[in-house]
């Protein structure tokens, strides 16, 4: 069967099993969807609402083309203020589902980040959950269901989407555009999230970033750079810095311990080459460790610079 929700990609049996319910008209009036940020969510109940509004997704009436306009008044998307989703939004939840349909056969409200519900929200919203009004389906997101209101799960259909496998999540880039070695070094980099991976390929500093990246740390492992000017050039992305990092090292240490291993970082193996010259797999595992360590001490809120110094130099020490 084709993708029964065009435009989203991956968790082909999830959307299938959803699909099956949407046509079967056993779909619930509360679907949880969960996963990690970047999974496709939020793509997955606008498709659905796209589904519900014009079951065979014509893309010429009023309900499709209002839809894709993003101001049909029977599609409500909320999402959380200030870190949490307040009694304010769940009333304007319940008075937008209340109401009865304009022009589309269902009201589809969709409330992200349901795992940020304050308690009086949380309670709200289960009232309106617990009498549903004919035709209208409540649409939750949630990074983990363990998250999320115990009596709120129980009240839903809960769908899991899982990160994509990097074959498949590289077959999608190469799709919109990638080349193939960029398209694999995305689908690693993005831990196979399919919306980190198309923000990261749309985004035109990335690539540059990457080459400032291979550019900076050969030079610092060869002694050829001061460890403290790069951690200066870096200090203000560690995120960045730290995830480039993780997947350069493994690199590395696969390169040096598998004969067949074809790293992520394919379009840079010279730059790979030169380092694991200088780097030992002792070395490599040492700063393996240490960058982990960064991180714990960037989460413990210490000074982003001193954090870069300590790691840079270490970097260059024998
Ligand atoms: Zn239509």
Not at 43 to 67: H, I, M, S, W, Y
Not at 140 to 163: C, E, H, K
Not at 181 to 196: C, D, H, R, V
Not at 241 to 250: A, G, K, P, V
Request: aromatic share 6%.
């Amino acid at each position: 069967m084709s993708n029964p929700f065009p435009g989203f990609w991956g968790n082909e049996r999830v959307a299938r099993i959803l699909f099956r319910a949407l046509q079967g008209g056993t779909l619930a009036h509360t679907l949880l969807f969960t996963g990690p940020a970047g999974c496709g969510k939020k793509t997955l109940a606008r498709k659905v609402a796209e589904r519900l509004f014009c079951p065979d997704l014509c893309g010429k009436c009023r309900n499709c083309a209002l839809l894709k306009r993003g101001s049909h008044p029977d599609f409500l998307m909320l999402g959380p203020e200030a870190n949490f989703v307040r009694l304010e939004q769940a009333r304007r939840l319940q008075s937008f589902l209340t109401v009865p349909a304009n022009s589309a056969p269902y009201k589809v409200a969709v409330l992200e980040d349901a795992h940020r519900l304050t308690p009086e929200a949380g309670n709200s919203l289960l009232k309106i959950l617990e009498e549903p009004r004919e035709r209208t389906v409540c649409i939750l997101t949630a990074d983990n269901v363990d998250n999320v209101l115990p009596t709120l799960v129980s009240r839903s259909q809960v769908y899991n989407l899982a990160p994509l496998p990097p074959d498949e999540l590289k077959e999608i880039l190469v799709a919109k555009g990638a080349q193939q070695a960029q398209a694999e070094f995305l689908a690693a980099f993005s831990g196979g999230i399919p919306g980190k991976a198309l923000a990261l390929l749309a985004d035109s500093a990335f690539s540059q970033q990457r080459e400032n990246f291979a550019r900076d740390i050969s030079a610092v492992l060869a002694r050829r750079r001061d460890p403290l000017e790069v951690a200066e050039a870096w200090h203000s992305q560690p995120q960045l810095f730290l995830d480039l990092l993780d997947l350069w090292l493994r690199d590395m240490l696969m390169l040096q311990t598998r004969q067949d291993y074809r790293p992520a970082n394919i379009e840079r193996a010279d730059s790979l080459a030169e380092c694991n010259a200088v780097c030992p797999v002792d070395k490599v595992l040492f700063l393996l460790e240490e960058s982990v360590l960064a991180r714990e001490r960037l989460q413990a809120l210490c000074n982003s610079r001193l954090v870069f110094d300590s790691l840079l130099l270490k970097m260059w020490e024998v």
